[in-house]
């Protein structure tokens, strides 16, 4: 039976990590908004009781259901093999999982520094300020972050050889990343040559190199956590 995905439509967003992650592993799931609309996000939430989930994405299987990017990726790893072999592998790929989370929520806040509520043009100069600290030090920080993790496996995964859930995450914030700060990508990935190493090796996979050439894969824009505007980027 395959696995429902539900995310607002428009944006590839937070409901994109869920997707390379499947479309990696060949897992069946259904793109449930994007055939059926909106509503039916809205009918599907408000019929869920009990502890259901505070916001998209989330995935729904059987009378499973699960919400948070991390905690999504992180079950299915378990179920379909994609994680570490023992559980102090698997508590780590949950700590850089949960890193990513942080990273990626820092990175919508560089538009929206001030409220969601908020338009970007009613945050513009916020915005600037906290721009210029998340390129010049948020980023190398997260970075080399990543990059040490990666250094201590003599593969261009995670876990050496095989890929995991967290190489799919980092695959899509450095796609993320590039499209919201190219400038600044472009001037200090040469410093993080392992990071950069997984991300070519998950746009390798067969899974990802089929997902990228069809039109499942959604472009970037700015309706979603990676946006990229022109006085948000330098070098």
């Known amino acids: 039976m395959a696995y429902d995905l539900w995310y607002w439509p428009g944006a590839p967003g937070r409901?994109?990590?869920v997707r390379v992650a499947f479309e990696a592993a060949g897992i069946d799931y259904v793109d449930r908004v994007r055939e059926e609309g909106v509503q039916a996000l809205v009918d599907d939430m408000e019929r869920r009781s009990g502890i259901r989930p505070f916001a998209p994405p989330y995935i729904a299987h059987g009378d499973i259901c699960i919400a948070q990017v991390a905690h999504i990726v992180?079950?299915?790893a378990d179920r379909h093999g994609f994680g570490a072999e023992e559980e102090r592998g698997n508590l780590e790929l949950i700590m850089?999982?949960?890193t990513i989370t942080d990273i990626t929520a820092e990175a919508h806040d560089v538009h929206h520094p001030i409220a969601d509520a908020l338009y970007y043009e009613d945050q513009k100069d916020a915005a600037k300020r906290v721009a210029e600290d998340f390129r010049e030090k948020r980023m190398?920080?997260?970075?080399?972050y990543f990059e040490d993790a990666l250094c201590a496996t003599e593969g261009p995964f995670v876990l050496g050889e095989k890929w995991s859930h967290v190489d799919t995450s980092l695959f899509q914030l450095v796609e993320g990343l590039r499209y919201a700060?190219?400038?600044r990508m472009k001037a200090i990935e040469g410093d993080y040559p392992k990071l950069i190493a997984c991300r070519d090796a998950v746009a390798?996979?067969?899974?990802i190199k089929a997902y990228l050439a069809s039109d499942r894969r959604m472009a970037f824009n700015e309706d979603g956590i990676f946006r990229?505007?022109?006085e948000?980027?330098?070098a």
């Open 228 to 230: 990229h505007y022109p």
């Open 232 to 234: 948000l980027d330098a």
């Open 204 to 207: 390798q996979l067969d899974g």
């Open 140 to 144: 190398p920080k997260f970075f080399r």
């Open 15 to 17: 409901g994109e990590f």
């Open 96 to 98: 850089l999982q949960l």
């Open 181 to 183: 700060f190219p400038q």
């Open 74 to 76: 992180t079950w299915l």
